[in-house]
C-alpha cells in the first residue's frame, strides 16, 4: 500500500510538471526514480527506456505505466498510467469547454489566430529533429517518399504508416539481397502496385461514441514514434475520414495539447469535447490510452526476443520514417490553409527564429509565444 501512494504522488506530480514532449518527462522519471528515489539502477531504466521503442503508444506513459509496475506490480501499473495523464486530461477538458462556448467570438479568436501558425512550425521542427535521427540512408528515404505519395493519394494515415512499416521491411530485408536496381524495382512494385487499392473515400459518418471510441483504441494500438504522429492520425481520422473537425479546429487542439503539461495525448480530451461533449472527451481518452496499458503488461517478456529479431528492427525504422514522413504530408496540408496571409508568415518566421536561436526551448513557449503575437497583429 505504501508503495501505490508513493507511485500515485510521484506521478500525479510529474503530470503537472512535465512540459516538452516525451524526453523532457522521461527525463524527469529518471532523475525522480533512478538518482532520487533509487527504485531502479540506471541500467533497468535504460532497458525500460529501451522497450518503450518498439512497442506502440506514447513512450513517456508507457514509461510510467512500466515504472508503476516495476514498483507495485498491476495495481502500479494502473496508478501510473492515470496519474500521470490525469494532470492534462482534466486542464485541457477544462480549456475544452471554454473554446466550445467562447472560441468564436472576438475576444479569444486573436489569441487563437496566432496559435496556428506556430503549431505548424512546432510540427516541422519536430519532424526535422526526429529525421536527424531516423533517416540514415537512401532506403529509408525512399521509404519516406514512397509512404508520403501514397498518403498525398488518398491513403489513410495509419495504413500509411503500417504499410511503410510492413513493406518498407520487405523492401530493406530483400535490398539486402539484390542489387539497388532490382531493389528499387521492388519498392515501385509495392508502392504503385499494393498500396493504391487500399485507398478509400470514407463519406461523412453522424457522430458515434463507439465510432469515437473505435477510431481512438485503433489510433492508440498502432501509434508509433512522437506524439506529433497524433496530428497525421487525428486529420487522417476526424478531418478527412468522419469529417468530424475541421483543420482549424485540429489545430487548436493541438495548440492547447502543447500549452497544458504533460502527455500530447490530452489533446484527443479536446477533440472528443467538440465532437460529443464530456462523454466524446471520455470516450477519447480512454480509447486512446488502453492499449498503452495492455501492450506493457502482455508484451513486455516478449520485448527482449523482439528487440534483437532483425526484421523486426527493420520493422521499426521502415515505421518511424514513414510516420514522419505522414506528418510533413500533414502539416504541409495545414500550413497551405494557415499561411494566407503575411500575420500568419511573421508568426512563422519568428517561432523559427525562437527555435534556432533559443536552445532547449519548450514548445509550449513557442505556442504561447504565437497567441500573443497573433492577438498583437490581429488588432492591426
Known amino acids: 500500500m505504501k508503495e501505490l501512494k508513493e507511485v500515485a504522488f510521484l506521478f500525479l506530480k510529474l503530470g503537472l510538471i512535465s512540459f516538452g514532449g516525451p524526453a523532457a518527462s522521461i527525463a524527469l522519471f529518471e532523475d ?9 539502477t540506471h541500467q533497468h531504466f535504460l532497458d525500460l527506456v529501451g522497450t518503450t521503442n518498439l512497442i506502440p503508444g506514447p513512450n513517456a506513459i508507457e514509461m510510467a505505466i512500466h515504472t508503476g509496475y516495476y514498483r507495485a506490480g498491476f495495481a502500479g501499473l494502473v496508478t501510473a498510467g492515470i496519474c500521470f495523464t490525469l494532470p492534462a486530461v482534466l486542464i485541457t477538458g477544462v480549456l475544452a469547454y471554454v473554446y466550445a462556448l467562447y472560441g468564436n467570438l472576438p475576444d479569444v479568436k486573436p489569441f487563437l489566430y496566432g496559435l496556428k501558425p506556430a503549431v505548424i512550425i512546432v510540427i516541422l521542427n519536430a519532424v526535422y529533429r526526429l529525421g536527424l535521427k531516423t533517416i540514415n540512408g537512401w532506403k529509408i528515404i525512399s521509404i519516406g517518399i514512397a509512404v508520403a505519395a501514397v498518403n498525398i493519394m488518398g491513403l489513410n494515415e495509419i495504413f500509411s504508416i503500417l504499410a511503410g512499416g510492413i513493406f518498407g521491411a520487405i523492401f530493406i530485408f530483400l535490398s539486402e539481397r539484390m542489387n539497388t536496381l532490382n531493389s528499387i524495382s521492388i519498392l515501385s512494385i509495392l508502392t504503385l502496385g499494393l498500396l493504391p487499392p487500399l485507398i478509400q473515400t470514407v463519406e461523412k459518418s453522424e457522430t458515434s461514441l463507439t465510432t469515437l471510441f473505435l477510431t481512438c483504441l485503433k489510433i492508440g494500438a498502432v501509434w508509433f514514434g512522437s506524439g506529433y504522429v497524433l496530428v497525421a492520425y487525428f486529420e487522417g481520422e476526424f478531418v478527412h475520414g468522419l469529417n468530424w ?6 489545430l487548436d487542439a493541438i495548440a492547447v495539447g502543447q500549452l497544458t503539461p504533460g502527455p500530447l495525448l490530452s489533446s484527443a480530451t479536446f477533440i472528443g469535447y467538440q465532437i460529443a461533449g464530456i462523454k466524446g472527451a471520455v470516450v477519447a481518452t480512454v480509447g486512446l490510452i488502453i492499449p498503452s496499458f495492455i501492450f506493457v503488461a502482455l508484451l513486455n517478456p516478449m520485448i527482449p526476443k523482439l528487440r534483437n529479431s532483425n ?6 525504422d521502415s515505421v518511424n520514417v514513414s ?3 505522414v506528418m510533413l504530408v500533414v502539416a ?12 500568419g508568415w511573421v508568426i512563422a518566421l519568428l517561432s523559427i527564429i525562437a527555435l534556432f536561436t533559443i536552445k532547449k526551448l ?13 492577438y498583437l497583429l490581429y488588432l492591426i
Not at 525522480?32 to 531502479?40: A, I, L, T, Y
Not at 473537425?245 to 485540429?250: A, G, I, S
Not at 526484421?311 to 521499426?316: A, C, D, H, I
Not at 519548450?362 to 497573433?374: R, T
Open 32 to 40: 525522480e526514480v533512478v538518482s532520487n528515489r533509487k527504485w531502479m
Open 245 to 250: 473537425l475541421t483543420r482549424q479546429e485540429l
Open 311 to 316: 526484421f523486426f528492427s527493420k520493422f521499426l
Open 323 to 325: 510516420a514522419l514522413a
Open 332 to 343: 504541409v496540408k495545414l500550413g497551405g490553409e494557415v499561411l494566407i496571409e503575411w500575420q
Open 362 to 374: 519548450n514548445a509550449a513557449y513557442i505556442i504561447l509565444g504565437g497567441a500573443v503575437i497573433g
